[in-house]
């Protein structure tokens, strides 16, 4: 898993790991074969100043090189979306649109604040989608919207 992300990033996955305290992993395999991946992380979500959300945050979606482009990722962002119906909506950053775009995910075009113990601290370079789930509140995608900080990846 870690090795997968890593090669797929290009980048040493490992420290970014040990953040994620309460992961859940869909793991897409091809031949008994470890090839594609994606997890969540509970997060808490907040439009406006309306209730927090309770967030599936999916993080490290990844596929083999070998393997891209045949539906692997689809698949398992499909399966992962199945798994965290009881939540109130899922997010992520995005590094590329198109294949969450084709799955339902949406950008968020209002402002994105992380709340601090400070108060909220912009973060204007920050992008994110999100997917409606069965209990997702009515949502205004160009509202302000903030998540609690963390240590890591603030998105
Ligand atoms: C992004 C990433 C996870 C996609 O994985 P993947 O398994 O290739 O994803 P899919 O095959 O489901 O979809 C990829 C593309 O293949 C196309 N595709 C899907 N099934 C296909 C099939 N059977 N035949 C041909 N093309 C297909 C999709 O339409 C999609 O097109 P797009 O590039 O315009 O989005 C992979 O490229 C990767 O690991 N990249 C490096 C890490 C990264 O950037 N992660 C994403 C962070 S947001």
Do not use: K
Request: with cysteine; hydrophobic share 45%.
């Amino acid at each position: 898993m870690l090795q997968l992300c890593s090669r797929a990033y290009d980048f040493d996955f490992e420290p970014l790991f040990r953040t994620f305290h309460d992961a859940t992993h869909i793991l897409g395999y091809c031949d008994g074969m470890l090839v594609s991946h994606a997890l969540w992380v509970t997060r808490w979500l907040q439009c406006n100043d309306r209730s927090p959300m309770r967030t599936a945050y999916v993080e490290a979606v990844a596929t083999a090189e070998a393997y891209r482009g045949r539906g692997f990722a689809s698949a398992v962002m499909e399966e992962l979306a199945s798994a965290i119906a009881d939540f109130d909506v899922a997010a992520l950053s995005p590094a590329r649109y198109g294949l969450y775009l084709r799955l339902s995910w949406q950008l968020w075009r209002g402002p994105l604040f992380i709340r601090t113990d400070d108060g909220p601290r912009s973060t204007p370079d920050g992008e994110v989608m999100v997917l409606r789930l069965p209990q997702t509140p009515s949502l205004e995608l160009d509202a302000p919207l903030s998540a609690e900080w963390r240590e890591g990846e603030l998105w």
